[in-house]
Nanobody, 124 residues
Framework: QVQLVESGGGLVQAGGSLRLSCAASGRTFSSYAMGWFRQGPGKEREFVAAISWSGERTYYADSQKGRFSISRDNAKNTVYLQMNILKPEDTAVYYC?????????????????WGQGTQVTVSS
């Protein structure tokens, strides 16, 4: 069992930056690939970024490439999402989750454990 707690969300103006954190409990954190998803008002949950268990491989949705950066610190049981040049359309609840081994990282159904989410609001 893994418990995930996101933090770092808030209200920011367009063009600003935020860094989200996802703290995990459990000794097996370093064995999981991790992902970030988001869900905007009236929208389906969508893939944002993913990172391998070692941190060597990262993946991004096309709309976030060049603006967002995912990283992890296995010693701290934490995965991060650095978000730059934020846009109003980035407004959403952001979730971190653990990826099931061998699954498609772009699909929410591939993830087993989810955090409660953190709200990001970008004003224009």
């Amino acid at each position: 069992q893994v418990q995930l707690v996101e933090s770092g969300g808030g209200l920011v103006q367009a063009g600003g930056s935020l860094r989200l954190s996802c703290a995990a409990s459990g000794r097996t954190f370093s064995s999981y690939a991790m992902g970030w998803f988001r869900q905007g008002p009236g929208k389906e949950r969508e893939f944002v970024a993913a990172i391998s268990w070692s941190g060597e491989r990262t993946y991004y949705a096309d709309s976030q490439k060049g603006r967002f950066s995912i990283s992890r610190d296995n010693a701290k049981n934490t995965v991060y999402l650095q978000m730059n040049i934020l846009k109003p359309e980035d407004t959403a609840v952001y979730y971190c989750a653990t990826l099931r081994s061998g699954s498609d990282y772009r699909q929410a159904r591939s993830y087993d454990y989810w955090g409660q989410g953190t709200q990001v609001t970008v004003s224009s």
